[in-house]
Each structure stands twice: as C-alpha cells, then as structure tokens.
C-alpha cells in the first residue's frame, strides 16, 4: 500500500516538474516567435535562449515519461541513498512549484514593458556616450557610488589617492583623453571613425552605430562643432534642465535588462517644452558643445524635428569593436 502511494506521488512530482520545464520552454519560444525577447535580451545572448528552450523541453519530456513508466519500484527501491519524491509538507510543495509557475503564468498573462524615462529618472542618464560626463545625480546611489569608488582605485590606486589627498571628488567617474592614450593605448578604431565621419555631409546616426558615434562626438567633439547630425530617440528630461531643453535618449542594453543604460543627446530650441518625455522624435540640428554637471557634452542646435512611431527595436547594442 504504502509503495503504491509513493509510486503515485513520484509520477505525480515527475509530471509537474514535466509540465513546468514545458512552460518555461513554450514561455521563450513564445517570446521568441512575437519578437518580443528582444526587449528582454541581447541579441548576442540568443544563442543561449534557443539553447535554454530546447534543453527545458527535453527535459520536460523525459519528465513526462518518466511520470508513466511502468518501473518506478525499482526507482524507489534502488537504495541509493537518494528520496527520489518530494519531502515536506504540502504547503511546502505548493509554495516550491509556485515559485517557478508564476514566473511561467506572469510571462504569458502581463503585457511586454519598454524601457522608458521612468526607468532612465531612476538610473540617471549619460549624455554622449558617457566616456567624459557622469551620470546625473538621481542615479548616484550610495551603493553605485561605492561601487565607482571601487573601479576608480583599480583603474590607478595613484591617481586615486592623489586625488583623496587633495580632496578631490573621487565619487565621479571621470576620464581625461590622456587616459585613454596613455594607459590603453590611442584606439584607432575611433579614430578611424572619426575621419569617416568628418568626410560625411550630414552625420546619420542608427541603432547600428549609435554609441560608436556619441563615443566619437566625445573623443573629438570639437572636430565636429558646427556640423550637422541626424538623431531619433525618446524625449527625456533631468529635473534641472531649462524650458528650451531636452535630451534624446536611447537605452543601451549589453546582456539584459538588468544591466541597460540609458544614453542621450542634449538638444536645445524654443518649444522643447511642448514634447512629453517618452515621445519618440526624430532631430536634425548642428552640433555643439554644452556644459552639464561640470562636464563638457554634446549639444545639438534644432534645426528640423519630427514626431515618429517608436520603433519595432526600440534599444541600442554595443558593438565591441
């Protein structure tokens, strides 16, 4: 009798176990058909998310089997050592399947979310690409603070605490383009960019080749002052900013989500308040250079500006060139 019911509880677990790596497969190649993993994952990562589908359902598989063979006596007989059910309480088996069924039921009931200002008040924006201008003060928690302070030692201890001796502002992360050519090396592949830029009449930027470019603007802006550049994104604004500014911002995303970041163009005309955050544009204007936060950044003088559909693919990927 008691074999029986532990035969039954075991074909029972297997099945559940069954049906929940099922659910997880069916969940990513649900994502994966809509189109919608790409607001989740990086393009690069996607190897891994048809690898993951494809071992989650055959391992949901043999699970299923497993809850119909015919030999479970000799599973729970085999004296290994091993409880091949499930022990505890009922309660507790409940809250352990439900930790990974709500993940499953969540993905297929909620609707897909896009990164938009709310998401870029809370982490703060980098204006260019970053290399020269710290993220606004709204980002700067105690946390990512410490964690700046930490990269900043291991980037130069020296440089570090020359700069605690003399009471410096450790707590930004701040580059000198000496930094780069002295102790990296000059990269030539911006450089190179650069000059094929420089021979363009308009600077176009894309998804493809948008942070190579907010990176070059920062390398060299002053070769680019007074030359015209071509920009889409969504409408954001830091609480500082002035009635005739906004930025155009992009999400940069490198794995997932978790670790997206948001990028943008400091951009100034008369009606910039007549623009609700989160709404994509598309601007032409010259370019510029502005202080923010004490840093020199990009600024586009207006000189086109047009109210577009945000698109399919909404973020930008690095390229790691």
Known sequence: ????????????????????????????????????????????????????????????????????????????????????????SRLRQLIVYGIFIVPIVGGFMLPDHVLDSSVAANRGIQLGSGLYSKPTPAAASPEQNSTARAEAFLDDPDQYYRELANGGDTDTEHYTIEDF?????????????ANELLEEDRIIVTDE??????????????QFIGREIEIMGFVYREPDFEENQL??????????????????????????????????????????????NEFIVPLVHLREIEVIEAPDQPYVFPTFR
């Open 181 to 193: 050519y002295t102790e990296e090396g000059f990269n030539s592949y911006y450089d190179e960019l």
């Open 1 to 88: 009798m008691n074999n029986d019911i532990e035969i039954k509880n075991l074909s029972f677990h297997a099945y559940i176990r069954g049906i929940i790596l099922i659910g997880f497969a069916l969940l990513l190649l649900g994502f994966i058909i809509s189109g919608s993993i790409q607001l989740y994952i990086s393009p690069k990562m996607m190897p891994f998310i048809y690898f993951a589908t494809v071992v989650f359902l055959i391992l949901g598989v043999i699970q299923i089997l497993r809850s119909t063979a015919k030999n479970q006596e000799e599973e729970i007989a085999c004296d290994c050592g091993a409880d091949h059910g499930m022990s505890g």
């Open 247 to 292: 930025v155009v911002a992009r999400f940069s995303m490198t794995c997932c989500v978790a670790d997206a970041a948001v990028y943008g163009t400091l951009v100034e005309f008369p009606e910039a308040e007549q623009f609700e955050n989160d709404t994509w544009i598309q601007i032409s204007g010259t370019i510029d250079q502005s202080q923010y």
């Open 209 to 222: 080749n948008y942070l190579d470019v907010m990176t070059v603007l920062d390398m060299h802006l002053d």
